[in-house]
């Protein structure tokens, strides 16, 4: 038996050993629980509503309809008299912003409250360009609506643009799932958000 | 409920494949372990490969951007296809280097034999 052989089959039992607490165990949903960020509802000047996805015909994807329902509700209950929602288009569409305006629209937000940036393509471009237009219509309050995963690096961005921010988790999957596909989604997009972070942190972003 | 239905069900189809095995295709149980050992790297080959694009595509991805300012979205590393298309890799160069080894071995009697062969011929010239 060559070295390599060796070496792979190293690697298949490891892939076999993680594949299985990943699936069998509630090891990724305690790591969901420990990563995740808690909401903090206050009273602010605005709520920011980051994008997610949008397929061709306009069907928003279910992150993206969890943030925004979520920011409706907020608006809704009195937490801040404008929402900004974010998002692109994913080639011939429409953009995701417009389609959450619309949404929010036919859930009785009036347009006037409405405000949309349909440019950013990543989370530290929406920081910068949403900060922007906030600090121009001189808001310094923000209720942050994302998933509680992606929170802690959305808000390490906003807050460098001397907002004060405060989470507004909404998440389209949940970290009580317990069947073994759910939990290897839960894995999959922990594992996904960390390599961002990390990223966002040796590129100077955060 | 759902976890514990998969693993019934595995549980059942290794126990007929087993039956199946030793009874209907006589392979012998002290074979069973080196082709655990066999499963294992082929795993591993397709681990490698789910590797190699990974941190090739995020690599691509990135430098693409800085580079070229094309923006292509990290998440698209995520998608499950990527999964499925690196094992489907990993398994048809496993199975290269198998029929590699294979006919190296059919080589190898081959000659066996024929030596075993002019040996015979010797004696009986002799």
Redesign the interface.
Known sequence: MTRW?R??????????GLFLVA??SPLPNTLFRWSATAPDIQPVDAIVVLGAAVETDGTLSCESLARTTTAVALYRAGRAPIIVFSGTSSGEGPSEARVRSELAGGLGVPPEAIRTETSA??TREEAARIGAMLQAQNVHRILLVTDSQHMRRARALFARDELQVFPATADARSGAG????ARLRLL??LL?EW??LG?YRVAGYL | MTQATVLILAGITSTVALWIGTQGLRLRPDDLAPAVGKMLECLGMMLVFFMANAVLGLVAIIGGRSLTGTFVSTYAMSDVTLLAISFFQGLLFYCWREAKAGRRNRGLRASRSDRGTERAVIRKGD
């Not at chain 1, 070496?7 to 076999?16: F, S, Y």
């Not at chain 1, 317990?178 to 596909?181: A, F």
Request: without cysteine; aromatic residues 12%.
């Open positions: 052989t070496l792979l089959q190293w690697v298949g039992l490891a892939g076999i699936a069998f393509l990543t317990t069947s073994p596909e999959r997009d996904g390599l961002a990223y």
